[in-house]
C-alpha cells in the first residue's frame, strides 16, 4: 500500500517569495510520484512527475521537485511565487511500473498575497 | 480538444433519489476513474475500469455502482442517494503502461458538484 503526506492544509506566502510545498510519501515499492495543480472550480492539472528518471523534476510555470528516497519526500518548489499560483496543491503516489491508480493527499491550499 | 467531459456540472437530489453522472472522454485512453473530492481529504478513488467491459473497486466504493459499456464512456450510478454522498465528483482518464511521456498521467474532467439533501 502507499500514501502521502502533505504537511500544511494551508501555506501563504508574499509575491516573489519562495514557494515550498511539503510531501513525504509511503510505499513498499519504487514509487511514481506527481504533483497536481486545482484551481477555483476546475478539474486537477498535472504540474510534474518523477517516474525513476532524474530525481530533481522540472514542470509547467517554473515549478520543480526534488524525490530523496532517503527522506521519502518529493517537496514542491518555485523560486518567486506569482499572484496566478494561488490554487490547490495535490501530491499524489502510484507504485512504479503499475495501473494508474493514484493515491492522492490531503493537498495543500497556496495562498499568495501583495 | 474536449478532453475529458462530466454531465451534470450541477444536481441537486433528495434522500433515497437515483441519478447517474456520466463521463465522455475523447483521447481514446484504455483507463478510466471516478474520484470524489471533500474538504480536507483530499480526493478518494470510488471505482475505476482498465478497459471497456471491466471495473473495480476503489478505496470509497460502497453506494456507488459503474459501468464501462465503451471505451469512451465511464459511468456512475447512485441507486439511493444519501446526504454522506455529497460531494464534488471528478472522472480521470489515462493510459496505461510505462516508459513514455504519457504513461501514468491522468486527465481530469472539471467536476460534477452533487448535493443530496
Known amino acids: 500500500a502507499q500514501s502521502v503526506t502533505q504537511l500544511g492544509s494551508h501555506v501563504s506566502v508574499s509575491e516573489g517569495a519562495l514557494v515550498l510545498l511539503r510531501c513525504n510519501y509511503s510505499?513498499?515499492?519504487?514509487?511514481?510520484l506527481f504533483w497536481y495543480v486545482q484551481y477555483p472550480n476546475q478539474g486537477l492539472q498535472l504540474l510534474l512527475k518523477?517516474?525513476?528518471?532524474?530525481?530533481l523534476v522540472k514542470g509547467i510555470n517554473g515549478f520543480e521537485a526534488e524525490f530523496k528516497k532517503s527522506e521519502t519526500s518529493f517537496h514542491l518548489t518555485k523560486p518567486s511565487a506569482h499572484m496566478s499560483d494561488a490554487a490547490e496543491y495535490f501530491c499524489?503516489?502510484?507504485?512504479?511500473?503499475?495501473?494508474?491508480?493514484?493515491?492522492f493527499g490531503t493537498g495543500t491550499r497556496l495562498q499568495v498575497t501583495l | 480538444n474536449a478532453g475529458v467531459t462530466q454531465t451534470p456540472k450541477f444536481r441537486v437530489l433528495k434522500t433515497g433519489q437515483s441519478m447517474t453522472l456520466l463521463c465522455a472522454q475523447d483521447?481514446?485512453?484504455?483507463?478510466m476513474y471516478w474520484y470524489r473530492q471533500d474538504p480536507g481529504m483530499g480526493l478518494r478513488l470510488i471505482h475505476y475500469?482498465?478497459?471497456?467491459?471491466?471495473?473495480a473497486k476503489g478505496e470509497v466504493p460502497d453506494g456507488y455502482n459503474v459501468s464501462r459499456l465503451k471505451k469512451q464512456n465511464f459511468l456512475l450510478g447512485l441507486e439511493s442517494a444519501a446526504p454522506s454522498q455529497t460531494s464534488v465528483y471528478f472522472c480521470?482518464?489515462?493510459?496505461?503502461?510505462?516508459?513514455?511521456?504519457?504513461?501514468?498521467?491522468?486527465?481530469f474532467g472539471a467536476g460534477s458538484r452533487l448535493t443530496v439533501l
Open positions: 510505499s513498499s515499492v519504487p514509487p511514481y
Open positions: 475500469s482498465v478497459g471497456e467491459g471491466t471495473t
Open positions: 499524489a503516489v502510484t507504485p512504479a511500473g503499475t495501473a494508474s491508480k493514484l493515491t
Open positions: 480521470a482518464s489515462s493510459l496505461p503502461g510505462q516508459g513514455f511521456p504519457g504513461a501514468n498521467v491522468l486527465t
Open positions: 483521447m481514446n485512453h484504455e483507463y
Open positions: 518523477y517516474t525513476s528518471a532524474a530525481t
